[in-house]
């Protein structure tokens, strides 16, 4: 199927990008897609991933696309 909007249509909006930015202060961030379901329950996403930077895992919270 292919889906073809009608002039003055809108698409849904989906998942949205958001930025994990690293605890370590470094500044090394990772970008990934934040669901709607999470985005509307106003949830700040929180993950232990791995900075380069300091080699090792931290933890990385949740910031605002530039």
């Known amino acids: ?8 249509e809108k698409k849904k909006a989906g998942a949205m990008l958001v930025r994990l930015v690293s605890a370590a202060g470094t500044g090394f ?9 999470l985005h509307s329950n106003n949830i700040k996403l929180e993950f ?14 949740e910031a605002k696309m530039k």
């Not at 199927?1 to 003055?8: E, R």
């Not at 961030?29 to 379901?37: A, D, E, I, L, N």
């Open 1 to 8: 199927m292919i889906n073809v909007l009608k002039m003055g």
């Open 29 to 37: 961030f990772y970008v990934v897609k934040k669901t709607k379901r």
């Open 48 to 61: 232990r991933k791995y900075d380069p930077r300091v080699n090792r895992h931290v933890l990385f919270t």
